[in-house]
């Protein structure tokens, strides 16, 4: 699978994956705690090198129930954990687990690293274009955009990595969380507007 490299800061980097290039799949490495953590990993061309340059591997959190993605291979090639949603946290990991969905058909948590102020995130925030009403820059996912998590504010993240499309960087990133949480019921209209041209224009295009 090819990838295309994002995020990169001084502990960690994102890369998304071309396939399905609609979805822009996104999956972190970040380095803390001595170890490096990885977010709903897809595999790709040179992520494995990208991993070990970065450091010593401590394990894969899969924070969305349905982002199996290439989760449990890469785990074991790595010879790390794998932990699958852990609403009950990791034990000694350098990040606090935020529980963010919890419901029958959707599970997910997100990952805060204080140290790094680095919050990460699977579906439950976005920057690709099916998240985003006009002018948004970061936006919470379709579905919960009546009730968004607002569990995910109240921080200052330097950086907010999210699994579909690049994350935000800099005094802008906490600024831009609060935002998307604060404004996605009043700017629902708006992304109901945007989605419905977006549709229009594929079906002209076909």
């Not at 970065?54 to 890469?74: F, I, N, T, Y």
Request: hydrophobic content about 40%; charged content about 25%.
């Amino acid at each position: 699978m090819k990838v295309r490299f994002c995020d990169e800061f001084d502990a960690g980097f994102g890369w998304i994956a071309a396939e399905p290039p609609l979805l822009q799949r996104c999956s972190h490495a970040v380095r803390s705690g001595g170890g490096v953590w990885l977010t709903d990993p897809v595999d790709g061309e040179g992520v494995e090198a990208r991993i070990r340059a970065l450091g010593e591997p401590a394990g894969v959190v899969q924070l969305l129930d349905r982002h199996k993605r290439d989760s449990v291979a890469l785990a074991s090639r790595l010879s790390v954990p794998h932990y699958e949603v852990p609403l009950d946290g990791v034990p000694g990991a350098p990040f606090q687990v935020v529980k963010v969905v919890g419901i029958p058909t959707w599970h997910e948590v997100a990952l805060w690293f204080a140290e790094e102020r680095a919050l990460v995130c699977a579906d439950a925030l976005g920057t690709a274009s099916y998240y985003l009403a006009p002018g948004e820059q970061l936006a919470v996912h379709p579905l919960l955009r009546l009730l968004p998590p607002r569990r995910l504010g109240g921080r200052q993240p330097l950086h907010v990595l999210v699994g579909h499309g690049a994350g935000l960087h800099g005094e802008e990133a906490g600024a831009g969380l609060e935002r998307a949480l604060r404004d996605s019921r009043r700017t629902t209209p708006r992304w109901v507007a945007g989605a419905a041209r977006r549709a229009a224009r594929r079906l002209t295009q076909r």
